[in-house]
Every structure is written in structure tokens, then in C-alpha cells.
Nanobody
Framework: QVQLVESGGGLVQAGGSLSVSCVAS????????MSWYRQAPGKQRELVAT???????NYADSVKGRFTISRDNAKNTLYLQMNSLKPEDTAVYYC??????????WGQGTQVTVSS
């Protein structure tokens, strides 16, 4: 079992920056890929960025060049640095962990609101 707890987020003006983090606990040794997803009101949850245990990152086109995903395996922590934020980035951001390539674990989500 893995537990994921996000923190950070909040309210920021367009063009500003914000960061969110996610701490994993439990049987973390089995975690390989970790990701950030987001879900805006009335929309489906979408993948924002993903990072392998070795640090290889991939991004959705909508955030490429503005967001940076990173992880500290020793601290079992996942990060998302968000710069040049836009109102369309407003969403609940969820941490996701893939465990032993099979089990999916989710955090409870953290709200990010970007005002215009």
C-alpha cells in the first residue's frame, strides 16, 4: 500500500508561479513512474507531466516550457514547479504513483486557482 499526500497550491495571478509537492509513504520501494494530473470543473482528468524513477520527464503540450516535474527518491517526494501560469491552468492537481507497474495510487488533490 502507498499513501500520497499533496501540499502547496493556492491562488495566484496570471503570469505568476506556484509549486505543489507530494509525499509518498508506505511501501514506496515499489514506486516507479510518478505523475501529476489535473482536473478542471466539468472536464476530464488529464495528464500534466510524468517522471520515471530515473528522472526522465515528459509533459503535456499545454504545459511544456512552463512546468517542471521533479522527484527526490530519497525523500519519496514528487514536485511540480509551475511558472507563467494561465487561468486555464486552474484545476485540482492530483499526484499519481504507479507501483510495480500494476497498481495505481492517487493523492487527495490540491486546488490551484489562477486569476486573470
Amino acid at each position: 500500500q502507498v499513501q500520497l499526500v499533496e501540499s502547496g497550491g493556492g491562488l495566484v495571478q496570471a503570469g505568476g508561479s506556484l509549486s505543489v509537492s507530494c509525499v509518498a509513504s508506505g511501501t514506496t520501494i515499489g514506486i516507479n513512474t510518478m505523475s501529476w494530473y489535473r482536473q478542471a470543473p466539468g472536464k476530464q482528468r488529464e495528464l500534466v507531466a510524468t517522471i520515471s524513477r530515473g528522472g526522465i520527464a515528459n509533459y503535456a503540450d499545454s504545459v511544456k516550457g512552463r512546468f517542471t516535474i521533479s522527484r527526490d527518491n530519497a525523500k519519496n517526494t514528487l514536485y511540480l514547479q509551475m511558472n507563467s501560469l494561465k487561468p486555464e491552468d486552474t484545476a485540482v492537481y492530483y499526484c499519481h504513483a504507479l507501483w510495480l507497474g500494476v497498481n495505481n495510487y492517487w493523492g487527495q488533490g490540491t486546488q490551484v486557482t489562477v486569476s486573470s
